[in-house]
């Protein structure tokens, strides 16, 4: 069983900054593809960006170039950095990563963590 961690979510001006962070524990033989995706009240959750096992990146519209995603493998761990963070950012962000177990290719999420611009 792999768990999923997020945190770093809060509460911030428009225009600030905010870093996310989430880790990865259990029984992982590779981890592949890591990513964050949000949900704002009453829509659908939406993909923000992902890096894949050799640090490709994508990023939506939406937030390319306001947004850095990195990760640490030795750690098992995504970053997602915001910066010029605007009220539409606002959302529960959830991280999410894709691994291999026993030969089998899996997608865990986290609980999410809430991220609110407003001044």
């Known amino acids: 069983q792999v768990q999923v961690v997020e945190s770093g979510g809060g509460l911030v001006q428009p225009g600030g900054s905010l870093g996310l962070s989430c880790a990865a524990s259990?029984?992982?033989?590779?981890?592949?593809?890591m990513g964050w995706s949000r949900q704002a009240p009453g829509k659908e959750r939406e993909s923000v960006a992902t890096i894949r096992s050799d640090k490709t990146t994508w990023y939506a519209d939406s937030v390319k170039g306001r947004v850095a995603i990195s990760r640490d493998n030795a750690r098992n761990t995504v970053y997602l950095q915001m910066n010029s963070l605007k009220p539409e950012d606002t959302a529960v962000y959830y991280c999410?990563?894709?691994?291999?177990?026993?030969?089998?290719?899996?997608?865990?999420w986290g609980q999410g963590t809430q991220v609110t611009v407003s001044s």
């Open positions: 999410h990563i894709d691994y291999t177990s026993n030969n089998l290719q899996y997608r865990s």
């Open positions: 259990g029984s992982i033989f590779s981890i592949n593809a």
